[in-house]
């Protein structure tokens, strides 16, 4: 799951939109550096994450890439269960996907800036292009999705096959969306349920 699916599990087990968002940016132990909701929704997104790698759906959708592919098939996923979860957002969430990302944004900037944090400047960088640029409205076509392949296969020489991934998407795609609601499913109870029992901890 990418973006917008972490910040729909924020609202989900209402953890920090922050926290669930840093997830991609915070490396090592994250304890001492945020506030504790912070780290529960960094802690969330990395289970998340986990989660995804490890599920059954996930392994079989990694086998419909060709072999020196596969390394490269877990972003592409990611991009395209996002690419689904937007496309498919009336099912999902009672406010409309660009009134969520309002809601997200607002949410980011309270919780960032009521506290004295020091963020990754990656994360600001993002975070900003995110908002500005509407991202996670545009994932909705899937060509916007193969876009940001493209783009982000240009970050390095090791990263250029990643432009090829789209491809993929798009020839199984049919069968792709078709699971994405079991899989998405399965991951929202998952995050609840570890939420639950992470607040039991206390």
């Known amino acids: 799951m990418n973006y917008l699916a972490h910040l729909h599990i924020a609202a989900k087990t209402e953890t920090s939109f ?3 968002f840093l997830g991609d940016f915070v490396k090592g132990d994250p304890d001492g550096k ?4 912070i780290i529960k929704g960094i802690r969330l997104h990395r289970y998340v994450d986990s989660f995804i790698d490890k599920h059954a759906i996930v392994l079989e959708a990694k086998s419909l890439f060709p072999k020196p592919l596969r390394r490269y098939a877990p ?3 990611d991009m395209f269960w996002d690419h689904c979860l937007a496309l498919h957002w009336d099912n999902f969430h009672h406010l409309s996907l660009s009134q969520f990302c309002r809601l997200a944004e607002q949410k980011i900037a309270d919780e ?3 506290h004295n944090i020091e963020l990754p400047e ?4 993002v975070n900003g292009w995110v908002w500005q640029d509407k991202w996670l409205e545009s994932y909705q076509e899937l060509a916007n999705i193969n876009y940001a392949l493209q783009r982000m296969s240009t970050r390095s020489e090791r990263m250029a096959p990643l432009a090829e991934t789209g491809k993929v998407l798009g020839e199984h795609y049919e069968q792709l969306n078709s699971v994405f609601f ?3 499913s399965e991951v929202l109870k998952a995050s609840v ?3 639950n029992n992470t607040n039991s901890d206390k």
């Open 182 to 184: 079991e899989l998405y």
């Open 34 to 37: 945020f506030p504790s909701e």
């Open 122 to 125: 990656r994360f600001i960088r």
């Open 112 to 114: 960032t800036q009521s």
């Open 193 to 195: 349920l570890f939420i």
């Open 18 to 20: 922050s926290g669930n």
């Open 75 to 77: 972003i592409a996923l």
